[in-house]
């Protein structure tokens, strides 16, 4: 993309930074680098000194001890449930969404309470340096209106389901209101839609088959869980005869819109499917841990070259929305899993929390690196905490070393929503009162 710049140059903002990892097709990391953002978007990223000397731009900031990164991008969450954190743990997954997850949603879930769990979800994101979220929940339409009150990036789950709740009576109610969402806010250039069905289990054929020409009409994402239990197996053979992924095959959507999140339990002629096929997978390691559903059999779909994401499902499940805390979960079970301390190194984590869920929602022209042409969404991270001392490579101190703790500053779109850790466009103070609302509510009820 070529920028018409005046003869003074003048841009919107200069980030010079310590270090600038633009997780590129080189792996680069570059020292003593600036990022140059006019109205949204990265200009040029060059040596800070010639940015200096090209560039004058209203505002510079000058962080000299930094690392920047493309902002993280969770590829799967549940956000408003975030209200519902920590309400039944340590318990089966089944057992969980049975007894107390959707009994709760049945009470409690409307408009009003996903509007303040998103926006409690992107303030919790947004300090954790996740610029983007690919979330699936009722009430897309709450969910739209808090990202975009926030500043955050969202791609909104047009979600379904065969039974009714209080969002939608049957599945298609589900989808003609999904639809006539994305048609009254698309184009917008913080909003991008996915299809969300959720589950092998609680979506019929007929569904799917709906949803498969709708989305190769629209061009959008297939955002759904897949093969995350075995119990979710179990009921396929019960039900169909055939595995949840066979079951999508015949259906037709095994392909490269399909994002199929968790995958835990894959045999060897399912990964060969789903390599063939060109789909994307998300990641889900402390949910996968937290609700005992077992290992991802991630080494195996790394070897075969299957784009992998990396989501922290919702906070009810996790119990954090931390993709930092994803990323070192992730490579380190890889190691452990396959017996090979060269399986998922850094570099690939950090483009596993990026460009790949940029990839797999579609959006990788747009965000997931750091390049000229592309959306300013950009995480910096604090690198001057003593436990971070000494630095000889700052992408493994990323992985390895860092946390949240240490984000400092987001901008989405150029847009800074987070400085020298305080958010710059959410109240605290209102997000804790909302959250004890709610918190007394539920209580009330249980």
């Not at 088959?209 to 179990?234: G, R």
């Not at 059999?297 to 070259?305: A, G, S, T």
């Not at 500053?409 to 020298?420: A, D, E, F, P, T």
Request: glycine residues 6%.
């Amino acid at each position: 993309m070529t920028y018409l710049m005046s003869d003074t140059n003048e841009i919107d903002t200069l980030i010079e930074a310590r270090w600038v990892i633009p997780v590129d097709a080189k792996r680069s990391v570059l020292s003593n680098h600036a990022v140059a953002l006019h109205q949204g978007s990265i200009v040029d990223i060059l040596p800070s000194h010639a940015a200096r000397a090209k560039f004058n731009p209203q505002n510079t900031v000058d962080l000299n001890n930094h690392a920047l990164i493309p902002g993280l991008i969770n590829a799967h969450t549940h956000a408003a449930m975030i209200l519902m954190r920590g309400l039944a743990d340590d318990l089966p997954l089944m057992t969980w969404l049975n007894k107390y997850i959707w009994p709760t949603e049945n009470r409690h879930v409307n408009e009003s309470f996903v509007l303040d769990g998103t926006r409690l979800a992107c303030a919790e994101m947004l300090r954790s340096g996740i610029t983007c979220f690919n979330d699936m929940y009722f009430f897309p339409e709450a969910i739209a209106q808090g990202a975009l009150e926030t500043g955050i990036r969202a791609a909104i789950g047009m979600i379904a389901i065969d039974f009714p709740t209080p969002y939608a009576s049957d599945a298609d109610d589900y989808l003609a209101k999904g639809m006539a969402l994305r048609d009254k806010l698309h184009p917008n250039p913080l909003l991008s839609f996915c299809f969300a069905p959720h589950a092998p289990y609680t979506v019929s054929d007929r569904t799917l088959t709906h949803i498969l020409t709708y989305a190769e009409q629209l061009e959008v994402p297939i955002h759904i869980h897949l093969h995350e239990t075995t119990d979710e197996i179990d009921i396929g053979m019960k039900s169909h005869g055939i595995r949840p992924i066979e079951r999508m095959q015949q259906i037709g959507m095994l392909g490269p819109n399909l994002v199929a999140v968790h995958m835990v339990h894959l045999n060897d002629i399912e990964i060969q499917l789903i390599q063939q096929h060109g789909c994307h997978v998300v990641h889900c390691p402390s949910s996968n841990l937290k609700l005992a559903n077992g290992f991802a059999p991630i080494p195996l779909l790394l070897d075969n070259c299957i784009n992998i994401a990396l989501g922290t499902d919702g906070a009810a499940s996790n119990n954090r929305l931390d993709i930092l805390a994803e990323m070192r979960l992730a490579a380190l079970l890889a190691k452990a899993t396959s017996c090979r301390a060269d399986t998922l190194p850094a570099y690939h984590a950090l483009e596993m929390a990026t460009i790949n869920g940029a990839r797999a929602l579609g959006i990788d022209a747009l965000t997931g690196s750091l390049e000229p042409g592309k959306a300013a969404d950009i995480t910096a991270i604090d690198f001057s905490d003593l436990h971070l001392s000494p630095c000889y490579e700052p992408v493994s101190h990323l992985v390895y070393a860092a946390g949240r703790e240490q984000v400092s500053h987001v901008w989405v779109n150029g847009k800074i929503l987070l400085k020298n850790k305080q958010l710059t466009v959410l109240d605290d103070a209102e997000l804790h009162r909302r959250a004890l609302y709610w918190e007394d509510n539920i209580k009330s009820s249980i």
